[in-house]
Structure formats: C-alpha cells, structure tokens
C-alpha cells in the first residue's frame, strides 16, 4: 500500500510510520530524515536545506520533491510504501500524483493525524534523539534508562534545534497556512482517513491496521 502521513509536526507520523513500516515490510521515506542526512554529510542540497530547516521553514519544493521521486524509483518500494512529511505544499501533491501517474501508480490513502498544538508543544520540546543511530526517546513519554545516553548504542542524545520553543512554533504556523490545505486536496480525492495523533503508539496501531483491512489494502 502506497501510504501519505499528514499532520503537524508532533503529531506522531514517524513514530508510526516506524512501526507500520516493520508491520507491513515497507520502507519509511522520510523527508526530514532523508534532509537531515544530508546536513550531517555537508551535501550541497544539505547545505542549501539547512538554513529554512533551523527556522522552521520549508525547503523549496522543488528540492524535496526531486529527492522524493528518485527515492520512490528504488525496487524496495514496488509494492508500497510510507510517505512521512512529504507531501508538505500542494504543489508537492500535485507533483507527486503526476510523477506517480506517469508510471501508472497513485497514493492509496492519506492518514490525517489530528492532534492538538498543546501535545503537539509538549511532544517536540520533550523530544531527544541520538546523535548517532537517529533513535528518538522523549524526556517524559519514553525517556532512555540513562539521561541523555541512548538505551540502543550507548551515545549521546541531544535536542534537534528545530524542536527548540520558538522554532516549534514557527513550524506550527508553517503547517496551518502551507501544509493544512492539504486535507482538503486528499479529501476531494476521496481516498483520506482521520486518526487521534493523541492516541498512543500501540492504540494508534490497533486503529490503523484495521482501517487498512477494511480498504483491503492489508
Ligand atoms: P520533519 O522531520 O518532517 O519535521 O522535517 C524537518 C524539516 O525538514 C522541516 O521543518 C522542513 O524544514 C524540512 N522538510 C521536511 N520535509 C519537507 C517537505 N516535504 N517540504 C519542505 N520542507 C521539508
């Protein structure tokens, strides 16, 4: 199944996203990841993304969508996959169906994750990630055994600066006026489903798997 995750930032997408891609044996592409990677390796489009990425703004479509449709022309995403932070505009979706159409796919469903800019607040200022093996803990919700050290590899956790209060904020605003409308463009295509990004990863999963059987698309 060809899968879009939309919601805030803090809504729960890639923590999901990582569960659903290990249920269902597809890959997690993930724009932020597939950005952040290239900041930590000095690329010249890492370089380029790395000045919207510290505000909070977003990286010009152009970019993020040519990275995107490279990545969907490798073998492991034949028979499906997770799109998490991607699309972000509707220009992106708009790029997307029409790359997808021009090799006879489309996106199956689009999840909405709906959450509120209070967990949405409380969710990213909390979260910590590993500098080396990218694991994400929350100080409150999944905190390591040892602060700051990650429980998987040992190494030291650190906030992303883009989750630093004001940051946040702007990606909230961000979200609302350029990624919201997004709703909408899925909606009119009929194939969207709405989710509580409040719910906990497990019951996320149960309610998940079953809007997915019921499409018949697992
Ligand atoms: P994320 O990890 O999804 O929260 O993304 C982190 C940052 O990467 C965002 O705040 C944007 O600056 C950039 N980014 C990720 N995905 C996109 C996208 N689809 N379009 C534009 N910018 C993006």
Known sequence: MKLVLLGPPGAGKGTQSMVLSKKYNMPHISTGDILREFVKKSLPLGIKAKSYMD???L???DIVTGIVVERLKDA???KGYILDGFPRTVKQAEDL???LNKSGSAIDMAVYFQTSEATAIE???GRRVCKVCGFNYHIKNIPPKKSGVCDKCGNQLFQRPDDKEDTVRNRLKVYESQTKPLI???TKKGIIKEV???LGVDGLLEVLSKIFRDAKLA
């Open 55 to 57: 505000k909070g703004e």
């Open 59 to 61: 990286v010009p479509d």
């Open 76 to 78: 492991d995403t034949k």
């Open 97 to 99: 169906d029409a790359a």
């Open 123 to 125: 969710r990213l200022s």
């Open 184 to 186: 909408e463009y899925y």
């Open 196 to 198: 509580s990004g409040d």
